[in-house]
């Protein structure tokens, strides 16, 4: 039996190294690899029996032509040869026809690895195809985060054991951020809280030493409010201010407008409870804050993530041991991007499309429509946004669709011609991650399954099948390291810790903001000239929005055993979700004649869905939380439809999926 190191491929902040037992070529087993120094040995449950997802019997392994209607995924099987000549002929007579920007790649974070999850980018600007922009999960986010603090770089994780106050901002670490929560646990028994500010009570708010619910979308308000009662009660460090921030004296006369009992009144907090939670973090000896991705997916997420921010510039946090703030690790990878992306291959500029907006870039556009989609590394009839009307884009006959996969997802059935993907232990990639600051490197630990070719395969052979002679469609996967990484040219350590598998640092993110923040005036910013520029409020701020139409606020929280982007591999975790379901309080059901759990309807503008009602008082009133409905496809009605929304975007971002919508639910009659 033979050991290898390997990384898990998935969009999480943890980034884990994984230990992988091979016997004849074959994955015997995995577990945690206990010399990375964050992820310390464990694995979350959606990977210790990752070898089930590797040999499962849904793998789809060869190349596939579709045979029946689009959507029933009736196919027959097909060689490679037959698969990429007829993607290409069709592609040329596409370009011939409909000009190049008819054709467009919808690229997901199915694997995170950085050679694999970018391989796409080379063909397609070679090609001179429409160019995607936006995610679905973070741009609000990061936009808000750099408005303040100038790069995605904060505090170190593994600091948080230092710590005497731990705020979890909008995130079930339990589920998502697990190693992280582990230091924080050896901060606990020296006496450190834990204080999670979260819209329900999800499974890492049952662990808190204070649970404070808020009502989605009003966290700046409540940000604010600690402000307020921070700088009225003297609890802030005026030498800190002057030296390492710009703009408190514009701050601290707007905070006039966030006195407490306003403050309850906006987030439902009760003001006794925003002046508590300003006097603890205040007094604290090193606060702090885990900033979750959900608190940007609402109308005012970017500058909700802008205004927590604020707060460690008020007292100093980023320069105190075991204080500060973090949201993202991502600006601790100095990457040459080009060398991947290479839109240097470009015949000109090219056009632009939303990547959320999949379905409207599928009907509605009269300016040369798209006629070739590329689907890789996602799931979207059931992650995007307005599912209905992505299905109906789909179902054009006058569309030619290709998607590389694992498994045969939802997506898969409407493709014309279905290629089968490789998983991260059958391909090579080197991780960064946006949860710590390791790099790693991910050798192939088996050999593909059946026929299975890796994205970098796949995009490479299709660039030589189409003509393509630069460079990059003939450069073994290996050499684009060095190009990756200009660092390693002037490191030879580095350079050979990172042959030999070694976990490396690129930069010590604990000197990060020793000589200042990288922003426009070197200083974190209370007032930002650029939002001016772009159009934004300088100064942090409670947006007024208009809301949806609905009752209730949705929410849809990460799984706790399932990705919710895939489908397949492991069985018994996904049966662990039970029905898709919706949790609400039994009051808000009982208002609405649902007196037990059961199915019922939740619907707005969008579209509707059958899900399992579980009463619980874990959830507030006029709340509701979605939980197992995206990877299960067994709803009563058949139907893949999502209620999640991108026509009304979040206030900074282009491109944010917002995971807090408006509904309304009835009783199924």
């Not at 909700?304 to 949201?327: D, E, N, W, Y």
């Not at 014309?416 to 946006?434: G, M, N």
């Not at 206030?651 to 919508?661: A, E, I, V």
């Amino acid at each position: 039996m033979k050991t290898f190191k390997t990384v898990c491929p998935h969009d999480c902040p943890d980034t884990c190294s994984i230990i992988a037992q091979v016997e004849e070529d074959k994955v015997i087993s995995t577990k945690g690899d206990p010399a990375h120094p964050f992820t310390r040995g464990a694995l979350c449950a959606k990977v210790i029996r990752y070898s089930e997802r590797i040999y499962s019997p849904d793998r789809l392994l060869y190349p596939l032509r579709r045979v029946g209607a689009k959507g029933e995924g009736q196919f027959e099987r097909i060689t490679w040869d037959e698969a990429m000549d007829e993607i290409a002929s069709r592609l040329k007579q596409n370009v011939r026809d409909h000009g190049s920007e008819s054709v467009y790649c919808f690229q997901g974070s199915g694997n995170m690895g950085i050679i694999q999850m970018n391989a796409h980018f080379p063909f397609f600007h070679r090609l001179g195809a429409s160019r995607g922009r936006g995610n679905l999960c973070s741009p609000a986010a990061d936009m808000g985060w750099n408005y303040t603090i100038g790069a995605m770089v904060g505090s170190r994780p593994e600091s948080v054991k230092h710590t005497d106050l731990f705020l979890v901002w909008g995130s079930n670490m339990v589920s998502s951020n697990m190693h992280m929560l582990a230091f924080f646990k050896e901060a606990k028994k020296q006496g450190a809280q834990m204080i999670v500010i979260d819209p329900y009570k999800n499974r890492t708010a049952k662990q808190a030493d204070w649970y404070i619910p808020i009502r989605p979308g009003t966290d700046a308000a409540l940000a604010l409010g600690m402000m307020h009662v921070m700088v009225a009660e003297g609890l802030v460090d005026e030498a800190y201010i002057e030296k390492y921030t710009t703009g408190f004296p514009a701050l601290k006369e707007s905070l006039a407008d966030y006195p407490p009992n306003r403050v309850e009144q906006i987030t439902g907090v009760p003001a006794e409870d925003v002046q508590r939670l300003a006097r603890m973090y205040g007094q604290a000896r090193a606060p702090f804050i885990r900033i979750g991705i959900g608190v940007s997916r609402s109308r005012r997420g970017g500058m909700s993530i802008r205004t927590i921010a604020c707060l460690p510039g008020l007292v100093g946090a980023f320069h105190k041991q075991g204080g500060g703030a973090l949201m993202f690790t991502s600006g601790a990878f100095p990457i040459n991007m080009d060398a991947i992306d290479r839109s240097d291959l470009l015949p000109r500029e090219t056009r632009i499309l939303d990547n959320v907006r999949l379905g409207h870039n599928l009907m509605n556009l009269s300016d040369q429509p798209l006629k070739c989609l590329f689907v890789t590394g996602s799931n979207p009839v059931l992650t995007c946004p307005d599912a209905g009307l992505v299905r109906e884009g789909l179902l054009r006959d006058d569309l030619f669709t290709v998607v590389h996969e694992q498994f045969m997802t939802d997506t898969v059935k409407y493709a014309d011609i279905v290629l089968p993907a490789t998983t991260s232990f059958e391909s090579f990639d080197v991780f960064k991650s946006y949860g710590h600051t390791y790099m790693q490197k991910a050798e192939p630990v088996i050999s593909p399954m059946g026929e299975a070719k890796s994205n970098y395969d796949l995009y490479t052979a299709l660039g030589q099948r189409m003509g393509f002679t630069e460079d990059i469609f003939s450069k073994p996967i290996r050499d684009l390291v060095w190009e990756l990484f200009p660092s390693f040219h002037a490191n030879e350590q580095l350079r050979e810790d990172f042959q030999n598998g070694k976990t490396i640092e690129l930069i010590d993110i604990d000197k990060a903001f020793t000589d200042g923040f990288p922003t426009p005036s070197g200083k974190l910013e209370f007032y930002s000239a650029q939002m001016q520029k772009d159009g934004y409020p300088p100064l942090p701020t409670y947006l007024d929005v208009e809301e949806e139409e609905g009752d209730l606020h949705l929410l849809t929280p990460p799984a706790h055993f399932t990705l919710n982007t895939s489908f397949g591999g492991v069985k018994a975790l996904r049966e662990k979700e039970d029905n898709p379901t919706l949790l609400i309080h039994p009051a808000d059901a009982a208002s609405r004649g649902i007196e037990e759990d059961g199915w019922i309807e939740a619907y707005n503008e969008r579209g509707s869905i059958q899900l399992w009602a579980r009463l619980t008082e874990d959830i507030p009133l006029g709340t509701a939380v979605a939980e197992g409905v995206w990877w299960n496809r067994d709803t009563p009605d058949q139907k893949p439809i999502n209620l999640l929304t991108s026509d009304r975007l979040t206030d900074m971002g282009w491109g944010s999926t917002l995971h807090d919508n408006r509904i309304s639910v009835r009783t199924i009659k």
